[in-house]
């Protein structure tokens, strides 16, 4: 039996943006692929990133070798055991299955993949893992509705989320789709308020009925979405360090992860993308004692937002 892990809570992780650079570097000599670089560098977000745009295309060097069971098992694997050396206990993966098709997989092997490797990862570490598929936007209306399908046939599969640009891209599409997932028991995350504004983050509540908000960070920009939040305790996953290479803030400093804890919502604290970040969650708790002088307490009141969000089980269906 594996030991016990940590204490940690991760509620947003992408696994293709946290895929380690040897092992891309391994999977491309295997897989015949010539990459322009070292993976550690193409893998990374640049210094000089403007957007979530930018920020996105960091993962298409992962994206280029994660298209094989193998490749996807070995991807998921690993993050559950990075995941144990970074004092996680329960961690909630995410990954948008429809752009591991290049090769003439379907939905349902990609998402058994990621899965097996996830649940024999969290055996060998004593991780508990919990699988997110991420819809895509924009995107045709009827891949939203397989991967809706694929998550609510599978019992792997905890939760569904929408990620991608946001700016200028309604949620509104997916509304119909989440609709029909929450009626077969499955969580909702939605990535809003990250690279678009307030209005995003209202209707991934109202319309898509997210229970936790990826990034959220301009909901701050709101102080009706704000109390909202607090008084129906949404938890914002937030992810510093990559909330600033985005541009969803100016800096750091900046950053109104204090002042929304101050106000009452229920912040937590997640990677995003641990590779294309560059980025431990014990390291971003460093970033954010040195930067608001959080204490232990303050961690620790993160962790049991984070801890009551977590999505531990599908909700009964009502279809």
């Known amino acids: 039996m594996a030991e016990s892990a940590g204490t940690a809570t991760e509620l947003h992780c992408h696994i293709d943006g946290s895929v380690r650079p040897s092992t891309i570097e391994d999977l491309a000599r295997r897989q015949g692929i ?6 550690e560098a193409l893998a ?3 210094p000089s990133c403007t957007s979530l745009v930018e920020y996105i295309a960091a993962i298409d060097v992962a994206l280029d070798v994660l298209q094989t069971p193998e490749a996807l098992y070995r991807a998921a694997f690993e993050l559950v ?18 752009l591991h098709r290049r090769r003439g997989l379907d939905l349902a092997a990609i998402t058994e993949a990621v899965a097996s490797g996830l649940r024999d990862g969290g055996d060998a570490t004593g991780v508990e893992t919990r699988l997110i598929l991420c819809c895509l936007r924009p995107a045709a209306p009827d891949v939203t509705w397989a991967v809706v399908e694929t998550a609510a046939t599978s019992d792997q599969v905890i939760g569904l989320d929408v990620s991608g640009p946001e700016a200028g891209v309604s949620l509104l599409p997916h509304a119909a789709a989440f609709r029909a997932a929450r009626d077969a028991g499955l969580r909702i ?17 109202d319309e898509l009925g997210a229970e ?20 129906d305790a949404i938890a914002l996953e937030v992810c510093p360090t990559s909330n600033v290479q985005t541009a969803a803030v100016a800096s750091l400093a900046e950053h109104p992860i204090d002042e929304l804890r101050r106000a009452g919502v229920p912040v937590t604290v ?32 993160a962790q ?8 531990t089980d599908r909700r009964s269906g009502t279809s």
């Open 81 to 98: 055991e990075d995941w144990r050396a970074d004092g996680v206990h329960h961690g909630e993966a995410r990954f948008a299955p429809a």
């Open 34 to 39: 010539d990459l322009p670089g070292p993976a």
């Open 304 to 311: 049991a937002n984070a801890e009551r969000a977590a999505f």
């Open 44 to 46: 990374r977000v640049s």
């Open 270 to 301: 997640s990677c995003d993308g641990r590779t294309v970040s560059g980025v431990t969650l014990q390291g971003e708790r460093a970033l954010l004692e040195h930067t608001f002088g959080w204490t232990s307490a303050d961690w620790a009141a």
């Open 212 to 231: 936790r908000i990826g990034h959220g960070v301009r909901s701050v920009r709101d102080p009706a979405l704000v109390r909202r939040l607090a008084t």
């Open 189 to 205: 995350t939605v990535h809003a308020g990250e690279a678009d504004g307030p209005r995003s983050v209202w209707d991934a509540i």
